[in-house]
């Protein structure tokens, strides 16, 4: 039996090692130097956010890596170029336009929590003792207290802005694609207008999920002369590689992953450096407590089982409630198997046909292929596997599906097939 029956040793050596600040899959990426990749949108973003007037939106799909590219790059901003705050607000569903800016409006004065006060005062005079035919003359003081509504107009965004106009800062707005109603995501792009109007030192970065800039700002048409859109696509497997040879090289001690491994995880990744990291930093604690520097796909394939396990649960969800809706899973499974290796995000049925002659040797016809896409466009767990995106022709709904089914079925191939 070894002595470290609680892995208290091993967890001692990760520690260590600062394995889980070079790969970070729960938390942004904070520091510029792991950015690897993103160095184009780094320039643009710097360069952006320091012309007058102009303001930045971050788009793209979930899981590329928008928040950690907003926070380092205003990091290296103010850390070199400025002397200016920065601040974040995460949104939620329970926030409206209201709620946003309440942090930078305490910052200058406003108390936002305020919306009436009262003000006492004491005035002196001669006391009625209530006998109007004598006076007598006694001197008194009475209190008298006057209630005043706020002048906050939290809702107006020209009232925001221009009590906002003089504070040098560095607003990022995250999550953006959270905040329900249209008409608050306008006032934030009128806020916007109207702080770049006043050439502002108070410059908005928003942040959200979205195929269009345009479903962020709700559409406001006269906006984009000073909100530079950034749209963060998924990342290449060039720059994917980078993330998993340099990451490891940052090791203490370094870890040496092999061709197959490096290839293996960029593969599974398909240009979401969330899953490059989870993977990685599964892959070097096992190494760790293996005392090996070398990774080999023995390693790799432990590391997946446990990522298996750590993955959002709405994806599994979602997965395991198309299998138990439908006739035959199986051929569900190497379906989805196949169009996750597609290279196409939007893959054809004929490119899928092909797919899955290659990978398993299977033949199927356009007609079944056609049925069991169709099905797969159905809501499942309250969504879809699969969007249809033209005639023969679909994606993934969550792109984050892609690598989640690479994952799930990488020790389940064999059996798939047999």
Known sequence: MTDDIFGL??????????????????????????????????????????????????YGDRGVGKTSLAKSTCSMILHKISDGLSLNKSCDSGDSFKTLFLEPLAL???????????????????????VPVL????????????????????????????????????????????????????KVAELIKALSDLDS???????????TASELTAGHASIQRCLKEIHLDRMSDEDI???????????????????????????????????????????????????TSHIEMDILDESLKEVAKDLESTLSDTLSSMLRSVNNPQEYKLILLAA????K?????????NKLFEMFGIQVSSKTLSARLTKLTKPFNNTTILSR??????????????????????????????
């Open 241 to 291: 590689k980078k993330i998993i040879l340099n990451g490891m090289n940052k090791i203490k001690p370094k870890k040496i992953p092999n061709d197959e491994v490096v290839d293996r995880i960029v593969d599974i990744s398909s240009g979401f450096p969330h899953f490059t990291h989870l993977i990685c930093l599964r892959s070097v604690e096992i190494a760790i407590s293996r005392n």
């Open 201 to 211: 030192r108070f410059k908005i970065i928003m942040v959200g999920i979205a195929k």
């Open 108 to 130: 200058v004065g406003c108390d936002p929590f305020i919306e009436t006060y009262t003000k006492s005062s004491k005035q002196s005079g001669e006391a009625g003792l209530g």
């Open 389 to 418: 995106t033209a005639k023969g022709c679909f994606s993934f709904t969550d792109p984050r599906m892609q690598s989640f089914i690479k994952i799930t079925y990488n020790q389940a191939t064999p059996d798939l097939v047999a």
């Open 9 to 58: 040793e091993s967890e001692l050596k990760i520690r260590k090692s600062e394995v889980r600040k070079t790969f970070t899959p729960h938390t942004p990426v904070n520091e510029i130097t792991h950015l690897f990749g993103r160095e184009d949108s780094v320039r643009r973003m710097v360069s952006l956010i320091n012309n007058p007037g102009e303001h930045v939106l971050i």
């Open 340 to 343: 996750s290796h597609c290279q």
């Open 135 to 186: 006076k007598v003359g006694i001197k008194g003081e009475r209190d008298t207290s006057t209630t005043y509504k706020s002048s906050l107009n939290l809702n107006s965004p020209t009232w925001v802005a221009q009590q906002l106009r003089d504070l040098d800062c560095i607003f990022l707005l995250d999550e953006v694609d959270t905040l329900h109603d249209k008409n608050d995501k306008h």
């Open 345 to 353: 995000r939007d893959f054809r049925s004929g490119e899928l046909t």
